[in-house]
C-alpha cells in the first residue's frame, strides 16, 4: 500500500500557480526522490506523490518536508492511505500520522495473509 502526499499551499503563497513556487515543488519532490524514496508523482502541476511505505519513510520525508513547511506559514500536508486521511503541518505530526499509516499496513497486510 502506498501513502499519498499532496502539498497544500499557505493563503500567504498568494501566487502557489507561479514558477517559483512550482519550481519549489519540482525541487522538493527531487530531494524526496534523491534520498532514496520510491515516490511517483501523481499531479500535475507538481507538489502530489505516491510513495511507498518502509521502515525508515518518516526521517527520510521529515526533514525537506519539514522545511517546505516551515517556508511559508500556513502550508499544510495532506496524506491518505486507505481509509486513513490526515493534514499536518508541522514535522512531529507528519512522523505520527506515517506512523500510524505503518500500523495500519501491517494490520490489512496481516488480515489479507490470514
Known amino acids: 500500500m502506498d501513502l499519498h502526499i499532496s502539498m497544500i499551499p499557505s ?3 498568494s ?4 514558477e517559483d513556487y512550482q519550481s519549489e515543488l519540482r525541487n522538493l519532490g527531487q ?12 499531479g500535475c502541476p507538481p507538489g502530489e506523490w505516491r510513495v511507498k511505505l518502509g521502515a525508515a519513510l518518516a ?6 518536508v519539514g522545511l ?16 486513513i486521511e490526515a493534514d499536518v503541518r508541522t514535522v512531529e505530526e507528519l512522523t505520527r500520522v506515517i506512523k500510524i499509516a505503518k500500523c495500519y ?10
Open 11 to 13: 493563503p500567504e503563497d
Open 15 to 18: 501566487l502557489w500557480k507561479c
Open 31 to 42: 530531494a524526496l526522490k534523491a534520498d532514496g524514496l520510491e515516490i511517483q508523482d501523481v
Open 59 to 64: 526521517p527520510t520525508l521529515g526533514a525537506p
Open 68 to 83: 517546505w513547511l516551515q517556508a511559508r506559514r500556513g502550508r499544510t500536508v495532506r496524506l491518505k492511505m486507505g481509509e
Open 105 to 114: 499496513q501491517d494490520v490489512t497486510e496481516s488480515e489479507s495473509d490470514a
